[in-house]
Structure formats: C-alpha cells, structure tokens
C-alpha cells in the first residue's frame, strides 16, 4: 500500500484481518500507517481510545503498533549495522 486510494479499494475481505476492529476502524488504521510524520500520534490516539483499546488484545494490531513505533525506516542506515554496546549502559 502506497497511497490512501491503494487502502480504499482493498477488498473487504483484506480488511477483516484485526479483531476488535470493523471494516472502517481497519480503514482508518492502514490510512494513518501511509502518514510518515504523523503515523505514530495518530495511532496512539486513535487506538488509545476506551472504545479501542480492547482491540490491542490482538497480536497483529500489536505488531503493527510496535512496528510503526519502533522501526527506525528511511532513518537507518541500509549499508552498515549498528555498533552492538559491550557494556551496558553504553558509553555513547
């Protein structure tokens, strides 16, 4: 999925994948991932919700939340790996 368009015409069937979720919770969902800036407050505040949250207890939803949160994307370097620290706390 690139664009929202790309998420408008997704089959129904392809958006029933997060329980909890209906077809335009889902909708709502994969349109704030295509956001880069803004995919992170979104999410949070859109699945943070009490109407929502429940729906968290879903461990695809979870990895997409972890994976919008954590992954670094287009700000890692693609050539080298990072340094692993020999102690922890590092000394960086």
Do not use: N
């Not at 790309?6 to 909708?27: I, P």
């Not at 949250?53 to 990895?63: K, M, S, V, W």
């Amino acid at each position: 999925l690139r664009t929202e368009e790309d998420v408008l015409f997704l089959s129904s069937s392809k958006l029933k994948g997060f329980e909890g979720l209906s077809q335009g919770e889902a909708e709502v969902v994969l349109t704030m991932l295509l956001a880069p800036y803004l995919r992170i407050p979104l999410l949070l505040g859109y699945l943070g919700t009490r109407e929502r949250i429940g729906a968290l207890t879903d461990e695809r939803l979870q990895g997409v939340l972890d994976a919008a949160v954590f992954e670094p994307g287009p700000w890692r370097s693609a050539s080298a790996s990072p340094p692993v620290p020999e102690e922890i706390p590092s000394q960086s």
